[in-house]
C-alpha cells in the first residue's frame, strides 16, 4: 500500500502503537494536554462569525485524553482562544468540560484571560476586571485557573511595575493557588515584551517577583518560550512547591526527564495528538525508568517540532488535522476557517510523521482520509 503525497509516495505502517486507555492519574509529574475544540461543519458561519462548536465530539476527545490519565488544560491556546474562539465560547467550553471533568474524575485547568475587551486601547483597571471576571467563572466550576497572558494587559501596561501590580490584585484575590503563564512572541506576535520588558532576563526578574510576593497563590508557571536552556533557569529560581509546567513543544522530553537539580511538568499542545503516547511515556518514567521514557518520546520531537514551525500560532491546524486522521472527529473543519492556515506540503508531512509514529488507531482510515484529502487537493491517487 502506498500513499501519493505531494512531494513522493509513502507507504504507511501497518499497525498502530496503541496504548491501552489507563485512568489512573500519573504520579511523578502533573501533565496536561491543552485540547483543540472540534468545529460544527454544518454551521452556516464564516471566519468573523462567532465559533460554532461541536460539543459532542470536544467533550468526547476530552474524555479520550482522561481516560489515558492525562489533565486537560482547557480554553487556551490550543483551543484557538483568541484565535476563532471569542469568550463566550471559551466561557461555554469551560463550563461544559468542568462539568465533565467532575462526571469522568479528570483533572482540569482553564484559561482566565481578557478577551472579553473590546480591540484597541484599554486601561489597567479594564484589564483587571476583566480578569476578574473570568477567574470568577473558573473557580465557580471548581477548575484549577490559569492565569493566561494577556494582549491586553501587554498593550496597556507601561512597564513592569504595571504587570506586578495587575497580577498581585489577582493573586490576593484568588481563592486557590493558580498556574501563570508566559506564552513567547513567537505563539502570539501581540505578546512581544510581555513583564515588562522584551529583555528576557529582565521579564524573568518580574515574574520571580511576582511569584516570590505571593508563592501560596501560585501553583505553577507555564513556560512557552522554546528555549529549554531558559526554562531550566528559571525552574532552578523557583520557591518550593512552586512547579515549572513546560509548554516548550520544542525540548519536553528532557525537560519533563529533568536533571539532578529538578524538573518540569508538562502543559502542552503537542499532547493533544501525542496523548495515549505521551502518558505511556511519562508512566515509565514514574518507575524510574528515564531511559525507556526517553525512547518512547524522543521520536515525537521531530513531528512536534514540525508541527510547531513558524509561523509557530498555526501549529492548531496540524494538530486538528492528526484529530481527523486519528478517527477523533469526522471532518477536517476548524473554527475561524483555520483549516486553511497550512500548506498542503505541511500537512501531508504531518500526516507522514504521526504515521510514522503509529499515533493513529485505526491505519486503513487515517490512510484513506488522507487521500481523499490530497485528492480534493489535485493529488490524485
Not at 513522493?8 to 489512573?24: I, K, L
Not at 473570568?134 to 507601561?158: D, H
Request: glycine letters at 8%; charged letters at 20%; a negative charge.
Amino acid at each position: 500500500m502506498t500513499i501519493r503525497l505531494p512531494y513522493g509516495t509513502y507507504e504507511p505502517r501497518p499497525e498502530p502503537v496503541a496504548p491501552a486507555p489507563h485512568g489512573a492519574p500519573l504520579p511523578s509529574r502533573r501533565v496536561y494536554s491543552a485540547a483543540h475544540v472540534v468545529a460544527d461543519p454544518y454551521a452556516d458561519v464564516s471566519p468573523d462569525s462567532p465559533a460554532a462548536v461541536d460539543w459532542d465530539a470536544t467533550l468526547a476527545f476530552r474524555r479520550h485524553l482522561w481516560s489515558h490519565g492525562l489533565g486537560v488544560a482547557e480554553a487556551m491556546d490550543t483551543a484557538q482562544r483568541g484565535m476563532g474562539l471569542d469568550w463566550a465560547g471559551a466561557s461555554e467550553l469551560i463550563r461544559r468540560s468542568a462539568a465533565e471533568a467532575k462526571a469522568a474524575g479528570g483533572a482540569i485547568a482553564c484559561g482566565v484571560g481578557t478577551d472579553q475587551l473590546p480591540p484597541g486601547e484599554t486601561t489597567l483597571p479594564a484589564v483587571t476586571a476583566a480578569y476578574e471576571e473570568q477567574l470568577a467563572l473558573v473557580e465557580s466550576t471548581g477548575a484549577r485557573a490559569v492565569l493566561m497572558a494577556s494582549r491586553a494587559l501587554a498593550a496597556a501596561a507601561r512597564g513592569p511595575e504595571d504587570f506586578l501590580a495587575a497580577y498581585g490584585h489577582l493573586l490576593r484575590q484568588a481563592a486557590e493557588p493558580v498556574i501563570l503563564h508566559w506564552l513567547g512572541p513567537m505563539f502570539d506576535p501581540a505578546l512581544a515584551g510581555y513583564w515588562g520588558s522584551t529583555d528576557l532576563d529582565a521579564a524573568t526578574e518580574t515574574l520571580l517577583e511576582v511569584i516570590a510576593a505571593h508563592p501560596d497563590k501560585v501553583d505553577g508557571v507555564k513556560v512557552s518560550l522554546l528555549d529549554a536552556r531558559r526554562e531550566i533557569e528559571l525552574r532552578r529560581r523557583l520557591p518550593k512547591g512552586v512547579r515549572c509546567y513546560t509548554g516548550d513543544d520544542f525540548n519536553y522530553p528532557e525537560l519533563i526527564a529533568g536533571d539532578d537539580h529538578g524538573f518540569s511538568h508538562a502543559l502542552l499542545g503537542i499532547f493533544d495528538p501525542l496523548g495515549p503516547l505521551a502518558a505511556e511515556a511519562v508512566r515509565t518514567l514514574d518507575t524510574g525508568d528515564a531511559k525507556t521514557f526517553r525512547t518512547l518520546l524522543d521520536p515525537t520531537v521531530e513531528l512536534s517540532r514540525h508541527l510547531f514551525e513558524p509561523p509557530t500560532r498555526f501549529y492548531k491546524t496540524g494538530v486538528v488535522l492528526l484529530a481527523w486522521l486519528a478517527g477523533h472527529q469526522s471532518h477536517f473543519t476548524m473554527v475561524g476557517g483555520l483549516q486553511s492556515a497550512r500548506s498542503l506540503p505541511h500537512l501531508s508531512k504531518a500526516y507522514e510523521l504521526a504515521d510514522g509514529l503509529g499515533l493513529f488507531p485505526d491505519p486503513l482510515l487515517a490512510e484513506a482520509r488522507m487521500k481523499t484529502f490530497l485528492t480534493l487537493h489535485g493529488v490524485d491517487q
